[in-house]
């Protein structure tokens, strides 16, 4: 009888615990995806879901001066580029860490989004989602890494950025080639 009594127990707090955690898992659940075609005129939602960085990449900003943006200047993202490790701009990675160099016109929120190479099976996903950046300038973010699961050929990063209620988008690209070990 103590053996039900405690199973009976166990079911009845697993229960309650899936139950508090009902109310976060569906609201991050409701974040919209990106579009599948990065090409889609569409912004991010400016509220719901948790804002975050991929676990060990840092956004750091590259200059102490920022110009502050007149009232009334919409956002823009002025470049989105790739660099290797030692800060040359690159368009092909393999195996490797690279960083995102983004320069902004104001502060705002920024988005990410990564599609994957046609016909590799692999949905589109956010990468960055509603980070913060407090201001105008140029910031770069990473690491980044490739998944074991990476898909050779060329990927399209989608950004957003968000501003006193207004958009700017950009894309960048890239080629991925893994490295082969020799024989």
């Given at each position: 009888m103590n053996v039900k009594k405690m199973l009976a127990y166990q079911v009845v707090v697993g229960l309650v615990l899936a139950?508090?955690?009902?109310?976060?898992?569906?609201a991050y659940?409701?974040?919209?995806?990106?579009?599948?075609?990065?090409?889609?005129?569409?912004?991010?939602?400016?509220?719901?879901g948790d804002a975050f960085l991929p676990p060990g990449v840092e956004s750091k900003s590259a200059s102490s001066y920022y110009p502050t943006p007149r009232p009334g200047t919409p956002p823009s993202i002025i470049d989105a580029y790739l660099i290797d490790e030692a800060g040359q701009t690159r368009t092909q990675f393999g195996d490797e860490?690279?960083?995102?160099?983004?320069?902004?016109?104001?502060?705002?929120?920024?988005y990410l989004a990564e599609y994957y190479p046609a016909g590799s099976g692999l949905q589109r996903h956010w990468l960055i989602y509603r980070h913060y950046l407090d201001h105008a300038g140029s910031w770069t973010l990473g690491p980044f890494y490739a998944s074991p699961q990476e898909p050779e050929g060329q990927h399209t990063w989608k950004l957003w950025l968000n501003a006193s209620g207004a958009w700017a988008q950009r894309l960048t690209y890239f080629s991925y080639q893994p490295a082969y070990p020799y024989p």
């Open positions: 139950l508090l955690m009902f109310p976060a898992v569906s659940a409701q974040d919209p995806q990106p579009p599948e075609n990065p090409d889609q005129p569409w912004n991010p939602p400016e509220r719901g860490p690279f960083y995102l160099v983004v320069r902004v016109n104001s502060p705002g929120q920024l």
